[in-house]
Nanobody, 125 residues
Framework: QVQLVESGGGLVQAGGSLRLSCAASGRTFSSYAMGWFRQAPGKERELIATISWSGGSTYYYADSVKGRFTISRDNAKNTVDLQMNSLKPEDTAVYYC?????????????????WGQGTQVTVSS
């Protein structure tokens, strides 16, 4: 099992930026892909970005964040970051880091095996 801890959330004005970080510990060797999800009040948890952990850099971004958010990883530090620029009020949500312990990128909540506790991002208008 992998333990995931997110940090970097907070309150920001529309148009601003935040950088989220996810630190992984434990059985990190079994993590093949990492993802960032978010869940707004009353809505389903949605995947916004995912990145392969090893064997090359493969990325996926949801249309809602494409061009504004960037996912990156540092394998030596076992961290995955999410740089969020040009934030909008509709980006307000709890953001979760997730790890997938199987080959290939995951695209749904059920595709990921370990989860962090979440960090709140609030974008004011």
């Amino acid at each position: 099992q992998v333990q995931l801890v997110e940090s970097g959330g907070g309150l920001v004005q529309a148009g601003g930026s935040l950088r989220l970080s996810c630190a992984a510990s434990g059985r990190t060797f079994s993590s093949y892909a990492m993802g960032w999800f978010r869940q707004a009040p009353g809505k389903e948890r949605e995947l916004i970005a995912t990145i392969s952990w090893s064997g090359g850099s493969t990325y996926y971004y949801a249309d809602s964040v494409k061009g504004r958010f960037t996912i990156s990883r540092d394998n030596a530090k076992n961290t995955v970051d999410l740089q969020m620029n040009s934030l909008k009020p509709e980006d307000t949500a709890v953001y979760y880091c997730a790890a997938r312990h199987r080959y290939g990128l995951g695209f749904a909540r059920a595709d990921f095996d370990s989860w962090g506790q979440g960090t709140q991002v609030t974008v004011s208008s």
